[in-house]
Structures are given as structure tokens and as C-alpha cells.
């Protein structure tokens, strides 16, 4: 069984606010496969770019919603691919993910790549359904 | 019970580019629920020689040919369950976004874009989950226990000595997903910065000490995810690989990107566990 997650608050789809090709989240096989998350505001939909801490912190405020709107909760996460703008920002990235994330935190490779549209930080990950 | 650990080729000999290129990754590896496949870069069907094209031509290229693998797999494009795509620049966004739409006009995938170095010169490269079939093992209704792993060698737990926010692995339903290791040295914990090959061959122990800490081992692994710090190791990388992975390697996907500790190498993993947790 395969089935989409439809975005719980308007601004998370980015199909429909930018034409990203993509569902928000896929479940299957007991798992939640996750699209790419940047700091958009829920509500709006605008981009909310900042610092690697606020939109980190957006980040997981968006997927929180995302996840316990499918039943599942940030505690639930398996893996995370952490992207960031550069790497020399790693601890601060490592300050706000401690918070959401304070036991038994999920698998983790953090990546220095290019992000969309400017974002510094974006997270990727596959959850416990 | 163990599940089985199967290698996926393309039916056409001449789109199977590692086996061509005598590269040690599979195309695909089908375990459990799902079919996890090898970054995928442009190459003519006909001839099988890599294909350096614009980006709307290589994503192209390279979506026809997951098509294809995903139906020597037994699964479907409709079965992708995510997708990423590495693509050189993101000023290209929208190009492949363009292409990508054709492949996928409903329930499209979960999907992460972002722009990274690339092996070979190549402008976009695209890997994939998908579930082996409609019918899994696991009803959506599961609710798989979720357990974290520890390596049996303390010197070993990177994230818990240096007090990171991640956990060595977890073990989830009938897989363990590692997070990225380095070349640690397991009598010191130290970083053991030799040679390429020596950083490879280290993390590669590393690796095989962590899945058989939780009752697997190298020879469960479905896909690897590698990141160089230096785009030219990659043929180095494939020398060790070699001594790792004779027969059956996992599919894996590679680029280059900054690192931190002066690593030449990151790898991580997701490997079929040895046993259900009960």
C-alpha cells in the first residue's frame, strides 16, 4: 500500500505554492517518506528565509504538524539526511536539533549541498509510520 | 526469520552502466517491502556510454531508464514512494522540475532536490525507493517498534562521545538505517586520517562492526549513500570496494561534498536486520 500525505495546513504544499513536482510525504510499508523541508510559513506558504537556526526551527515546527497530522510524531523518525548551506554552521545546527529531537534521536548524515531558492538549512527524512 | 536480499539488473545488458563500467555497485536491491535503487546519470541506450546533455536531456535519460529498472524489479514508477535528485546547479530547478512532471502527473513521490558535486561530469543524477510490489508485508496500519543500535565497541559511539544529536543507528521494522560514519580509529576513538584508501577501508570496518553489533552485517545492506570529500577518490573508493563487496554489492549513490574533521570519506547505510525485533 501506497498512499500520499496530503499537506494539514495549506502552506506546506509546494506543489501548489511553487510547482514543485511532489507529494508532502508518502507512507508505505510502515514507513513516511518525507519531501525535502525548508522554512516555509504554514499558513501562507511564503519562504521564511533566516538563520540556520530559524529555519531549523521552522523546519521542525512544519514537520511536527506534518507528522502527527499522519498519525506519526518527530519521536518516530529514522533517518535524517540534514542539509546545510555550509558546514562551518554544523553546531549551530546541532543546538536547535538537540531540542526537537532530545532522546533516542534518529540516524543522522549531515550534508553541505546547495539548497533551493537560497534556504540554509533543509531536512529529509524517513519516519516510523 | 531473515528476508531475502535480492540484485536487481536492468533487462537491456546495455543500460546496465556498472556492470559495463565493472563498477562495484548493483542497479537496484530488492529487501523487505521495498526496492532501493542506485543513483541513476544519463547514458545512451544504445551504446551504453555516458550522455552529457543539457538538463532536460539527462533527466530524460535517466527517468526512462528507472522505468525501466523498476520493471526488471517488478515494481512500477506509480510504486515510488522517493525520489532524490542531485543536480549540479540549482539554477537548473526548473528544468528538470519540467521533465520530471511527465514521469510522475499523479501521487507524485516525495521528493528532495539539491545541488551537489557529481562523478563523471555529469549535470543531474536520480535515485529511488519503491515499493516492490502493491501489496507489502507491512499493511499501512503497522506500527513497527522503533529501537535505537549501539556499536559493541564504546570507542565507536561517535555521537554519544562527542555529545551529538544523533543516534549510531535505528532499527526499524525489517531495516537498520546507519548514521554517516568516518574513518574513526576503534582503540582511541580518534580520527584515523591516512590515506583514502586506509580513511575507505576503516569506515567500511566501522560500518560492518555497527550492523553486526545489531545481529546484520555488510552482507544485509540494500543501498549506500557516499559522499567524498575529493570527487577524483572515486576510483580509489571502487578499488576498496571491491574487497568489501565481491559479489552482489549494495546499490549506491556518490558525490562530493565539503566534510568536517578533514574526512576524505562519509558513508551510510540501510541494511536489512538480521532478525525482527521481537
Redesign the interface.
Known sequence: ????ISAPVPGLDL?REY?????????????I????MVAINPETGEREHGTVTSEAQRIFENLKLLLESAGSSLE?I????A?IY??IE?DVL?RV??RY?PN?????????????AGFKV?L?V?V?? | MTLPRQVIRPGNPSLDASRRANLPFSPAVRGGDFVFLSGIAAIDPATGEPVHGTVAAETRQILRRLDQLLQAAGSSLANVVKVNVLIYSMLEYDNMNSVYREFFPTDSPARTVCGAKLIGGHKVEIECVALASATGLHPSADRLPRNVIQPANPKLNVSRNANLPHSPGIWTGDYIFLSGMGPVDPLTGGRNLGPIAEQIRQTLRNMAHMLESAGSGLDRIVKMTVVLADAGDYDEMNRVWREFFPMDPPARTTCALQLSNGNGVEIECIALAGKRPS
Open positions: 500500500m501506497r498512499s500520499v506543489r510547482g514543485h513536482h511532489q507529494s508532502p510525504a508518502i507512507r508505505a510499508g510502515g514507513l517518506f518525507c519531501s525535502g518516530r529514522v533517518q535524517v539526511h542539509m555550509d558546514r554544523y546541532n536539533y538537540r529531537v533516542a534521536p534518529p540516524a543522522r548524515t549531515v550534508m553541505s549541498v546547495q539548497i533551493e533543509m529529509d524517513i516510523a509510520a
